[in-house]
């Protein structure tokens, strides 16, 4: 049976670099790819037609496929909406919740052609390759009761941090999986020296870990695993923690791969249906100048057809395509520098299209 892949562009720079994606898609597709193509609106744009940024017809659609290519949401246009619940962030919010993506793997890899844009030096980065499992849909960010109120004539603000074992356990298997296909280490990053939440978190690690024994587990308090992302980051394979420890380091390692043009990301359910998109956002700055950088897209169509549709020939063809383009010198303006050729967002997808065929 064909498989189903929802196509969300979104708002600002997402249409141009999704446009670049799909092409990409669709050349697996004259190759054999058995997959429907569907589209919808999502974040301010669906605002704009339907008066909501997750419209249900989006909605219905997401929940029958099974991928999510989504570009990116938001942008000046809609910042003023008084009614949070409207704000194109929501509607990205939203699918994660009804779609139960708990699964969050952000992938920090550096193409060696880009090693000049690290920050760091490049013998502290060359051949960095991480995959970040960060929990999403639990811990302090959903976590009740939550509010800010008057307490003894002074407002105080409270948020409550909480996992149950189950929660824990599910990002802990993804972990171990995913190090298993990998160099089967996993770092389980907590702060169970205060947090009792976290105590629980690596209780549940090291039982999990009893079952698999072929992979090597770690436990990092959050502040030192910071400090070693930018010390020594090779030192790491799979990462594994919670949503706001996972939203903060997987950010500080994004950058330490010079470009976020170049980072894709996945979420993923227990049924194994995920939403992929890059870790950018919507870009507004450049958003219609034919200047983003589509690679980060691109590579979360890799990853679609790799942990979504099990297709990991088509996936490592496009990876290696990417590889090509790069060796090639071509560079979108984020990751330009003296001596490559620059070229807009769809001569980067055509360019990568060649690769593909070759
Ligand atoms: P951003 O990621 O959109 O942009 C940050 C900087 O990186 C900008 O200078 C931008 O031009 C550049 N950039 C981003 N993607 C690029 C690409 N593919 N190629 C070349 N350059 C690229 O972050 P921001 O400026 O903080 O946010 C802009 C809007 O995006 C906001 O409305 C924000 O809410 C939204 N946002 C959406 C998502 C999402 O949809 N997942 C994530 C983050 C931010």
Known sequence: MSRRILVLPGDGIGPE????????????????????????????????VHGEPLPVETLDKAK??????????????????????????????????????????????????????????????????????RELTGGIYFGQPRGIEERNGERVGFN????????????????????????????????????????????????????????????????????????????FDVIVTGNMFGDI????????????????SASLNERGQGMYEPCHGSAPDIAGQGMANPLATILSVAMMLRYSLDEPGYAARIEGAVGNVLDDGLRTADIAYPGTQRVST?????????AFAR
């Open 160 to 235: 409550t941090y909480v996992y149950s074992a189950s929660e824990i356990e599910r990002i802990g298997r993804v972990a171990f999986e995913m190090a298993r296909k990998r160099d089967k280490r996993v770092c389980s990053v907590d702060k169970a020296n205060v947090l009792e939440v976290t105590i629980l978190w690596r209780e549940i690690m090291e039982r999990l870990a009893e079952e698999y024994p072929d992979v090597e587990l770690s436990h990092m308090y959050v502040d030192n695993a910071a400090m070693q992302l930018v010390r020594e980051p090779k030192q």
């Open 346 to 354: 769809s001569e980067m997808g055509e360019a990568v299209l060649d």
């Open 249 to 264: 380091l997987s950010d500080a390692a994004a950058m330490l791969t010079g470009s976020i043009g170049m980072l894709p």
């Open 17 to 48: 670099i999704t446009d670049e994606a799909i092409k990409v898609l669709q050349a697996c597709q004259r190759q054999g790819l058995d997959v429907i193509i569907d589209e919808g609106l999502v974040g301010g744009s669906a605002y704009d």
């Open 64 to 133: 029958a496929s099974d991928a999510i290519l989504l570009g990116a949401v938001g942008g000046p246009k809609w910042d003023d909406i008084d009614d949070l619940s409207k704000r194109p962030e929501k509607g990205l919010l939203g699918l994660r919740k009804q779609l139960g993506l708990f699964g969050n793997l952000r992938p920090a890899i550096l193409y060696p052609q880009l090693v000049e844009a690290s920050s760091l030096k490049p013998d502290v980065v060359s051949g960095l390759d991480i995959m970040i499992v």
